[in-house]
C-alpha cells in the first residue's frame, strides 16, 4: 500500500475535506427522504409501498455493495474508486430530482445507495493513509465523527425546510449536484491514489448469492402487504433460507482452499461478534422503523407539517449529544454496561412514547413527544459510540477489517429490514388509514416494535466483552490497512 504522510499538510487536509463533503451528501441523503416523504408519495401518486423502497431500496444497496466497495478500492486503487462513486451517486441524484414516477424514483434511490456503497468505504481508508498515527490521524477521525453528527441533524431539517413551503421536494436531491460537483473537484485535486500491496480477488458468486438472499426476504417483506400475501412472496422469504445457506457454504469452502471471502465465516465463532452483530442488526432495525412510523404518522395520519417533525425530532440527536461525547471520551472501560444500561432506555422511553401516542390519539402534541424522543436519544448516545469498537475489540488485528465490514453491512441490513417489517406491523392491524385515530394507534403499535427490538438488544448485552480491548484504526488495522480497518465506520448511520 503506497503511504502518503510525507505529503505537505494542506494537500492531505483538503483532500480530507472532499471525503468528508461527500460523506455528509451521503448521511443527509439517508435521512432527508423520511422528512419529504409525503410531499413525494403525494406528487408522483406513490403508494406506501413504493414509500418504503424509497428509504429501504437506498438501505438495501448501500449495504449489499458496502464490502465489494472496499475490496475494489483495494484492487483498482481507492481514489479512483472514491471518485467514481462521487460521480455516480452525483449523477443518481440528479436522476432522482428529476424522476416523473415512483418506480424511477425507486430506482435513482437504489442506484444513489449503490454508489454510495463503492464511495463510503474508501472513506477510513483515505484517513489511514493520508494521516500519521497519533495526534493528526485522531483529529482526523475526530471531524470524521463531528460530520457524522451533522449528516444526521441537518437531514431532517433540510428535508423540513425545503418541503414544507420550501421549493419542494426534489431540491433534496438538487442540493446534492453542487455539493458532489465540489467533492468530486476536490478528490481529483488533492487526494492521493492508494491500493493493497496484495490485492484480493473479488469472489463474484458470494456477491450473487448474499444479493439473492437478501433481495429474496427484503421484496415481499415490502410488497406483500400491498399485494395480500400472494403465495410467492411467502415462496420468496421461503426460498431466501437456502440460498443464504448456500452463501454460508460457499464462503467456507472458499476458506478451506485459501482464497478470499465476502465474509470469513471463522469470525462468527467468536461469542462477541457474533452476538454484537446480532445486536446491531436488531438495534438498528428498531431506530429505522422508529423514524419512519414517526413520519407516518405525525404527517400521514394528524397532517403535521415536514418542517414540524423535523423540528419535534431533533429532540432524537439533542439526547444522543447529551451523552455520546462523555460515552466515547470515558467509556472504554465499562463499555458493555453502557450498552445494558442504554439499549432498556432506549426501550422504555419508546414504550411511553407509544404510550403517549395511543393515548392521545389525534390530539397530540409535539410536548407530549419530543420529551420521550429526547430520552431515547440519550440512550442511544450511551450505546453507540462505543458499541462497534466493543463488538470488534477482541478480534485478531489480522481479522479487523473484514470484521468492520461485516458489521457495516449488518448495521444497513438491519436499516433495511427495519423499514420492511415497520411496514408489515404499521398496515397489518384494523384500522389504519380511516382516519387520524387510526393512524395514531398504527403508529402507537410499531413503536411498540421498535421498543421490542431495542429490549431484544438489551437481552444480548451480556455477550458482550466488558470492556473495549483496542480502539481506533492504528490498533484495528491489520497489516495492510486496508478501508475497513477502523471500528469507526458508519457507525453513526
Known amino acids: 500500500m503506497q503511504d502518503s504522510t510525507d505529503r505537505t499538510p494542506r494537500a492531505r487536509w483538503l483532500a480530507l475535506l472532499a471525503v468528508l463533503l461527500a460523506t455528509f451528501m451521503d448521511l443527509v441523503d439517508v435521512t432527508i427522504v423520511g ?63 428529476a424522476a416523473p414516477t415512483a418506480g424511477l424514483l425507486v430506482a435513482a ?8 456503497g463503492v464511495m463510503v468505504p ?58 458532489g460537483a465540489v467533492a468530486l473537484a476536490g478528490a481529483l485535486r488533492w487526494m492521493n491514489e492508494s491500493r493493497a500491496e496484495r490485492p484480493p480477488r473479488l469472489d463474484l458468486p458470494g456477491m450473487v448469492l448474499v444479493s439473492a438472499g437478501s433481495l429474496l426476504l427484503a421484496y415481499p417483506l415490502v410488497q406483500g402487504r400491498e399485494l395480500d400475501w400472494p ?27 485459501g482464497r478470499a471471502v465476502l465474509v ?45 417533525v423535523a423540528l419535534v425530532g431533533l429532540a432524537w440527536p439533542a439526547g444522543i449529544a447529551c451523552t455520546a461525547q462523555l460515552t466515547n471520551r470515558y467509556g472504554q472501560p465499562r463499555a458493555r454496561f453502557l450498552v445494558a444500561l442504554g439499549t432498556p432506555a432506549m426501550a422504555a422511553f419508546t414504550a411511553v412514547l407509544a404510550w403517549s ?19 431515547a436519544g440519550i440512550g442511544m448516545g450511551l450505546t453507540i459510540p462505543i458499541l462497534s469498537n466493543l463488538v470488534l475489540g477482541d478480534l485478531p488485528p489480522d481479522d479487523a477489517g473484514a470484521a468492520s465490514g461485516v ?14 417489517l415497520a411496514g408489515v406491523v404499521f398496515f397489518g392491524g384494523h384500522g389504519t388509514g380511516s382516519g387520524p385515530g387510526g393512524f395514531a394507534g398504527a403508529g402507537a403499535r410499531t413503536l411498540l416494535f421498535s421498543a421490542v427490538a431495542f429490549a431484544l438488544a438489551a437481552l444480548l448485552s451480556p455477550l458482550l466483552p466488558r470492556r473495549v480491548a483496542r480502539t481506533g484504526p492504528d490498533a484495528a488495522a491489520g497489516p495492510e490497512g486496508g478501508p475497513e480497518d477502523s471500528p469507526l465506520l458508519s457507525t453513526g448511520r
Do not use: K
Open 35 to 97: 422528512v419529504a416523504l409525503r410531499a413525494i408519495q403525494t406528487d408522483l401518486d406513490a403508494s406506501y409501498a413504493a414509500g418504503q423502497w424509497f428509504t429501504a431500496g437506498y438501505t438495501l444497496a448501500f449495504a449489499l455493495l458496502l464490502v465489494t466497495g472496499g475490496r475494489l478500492g483495494d484492487i483498482h486503487g481507492r481514489r479512483r474508486v472514491f471518485v467514481i462513486g462521487v460521480a455516480g451517486f452525483t449523477a443518481a441524484s440528479a436522476l432522482a430530482a
Open 231 to 257: 403465495w410467492w412472496t411467502l415462496a420468496s422469504m421461503a426460498a431466501a433460507v437456502p440460498v443464504l445457506y448456500a452463501f454460508v457454504r460457499h464462503q467456507r469452502r472458499r476458506e478451506r482452499r
Open 109 to 116: 434511490r437504489v442506484a444513489q445507495g449503490a454508489f454510495g
Open 264 to 308: 470469513p465465516m471463522g469470525l462468527f465463532l467468536r461469542r462477541s461478534f457474533a452476538a454484537g452483530n446480532a445486536l446491531l442488526f436488531v438495534l438498528f432495525s428498531g431506530v429505522s422503523a422508529y423514524f419512519i412510523v414517526l413520519t407516518w404518522t405525525f404527517q400521514f395520519g394528524l397532517g403535521w407539517s415536514p418542517l414540524r
Open 357 to 375: 401516542v395511543a393515548r392521545h390519539g389525534e390530539h397530540v402534541t409535539a410536548w407530549q413527544v419530543a420529551p420521550w424522543l429526547f430520552g
Open 122 to 179: 474508501q472513506v477510513m481508508s483515505i484517513i489511514a493513509t493520508e494521516f500519521r498515527p497519533g495526534r493528526e490521524r485522531t483529529l482526523a477521525i475526530s471531524l470524521y465523527g463531528v460530520v457524522l453528527g451533522a449528516g444526521q441533524v441537518s437531514g431532517p431539517m433540510l428535508g423540513g425546510l425545503l418541503t414544507g413551503g420550501g421549493p419542494g421536494w426534489r431540491w433534496i436531491f438538487l442540493i446534492n449536484l453542487p455539493v
Open 407 to 420: 458489521l457495516n453491512s449488518v448495521i444497513q441490513l438491519g436499516n433495511a429490514m427495519g423499514v420492511a
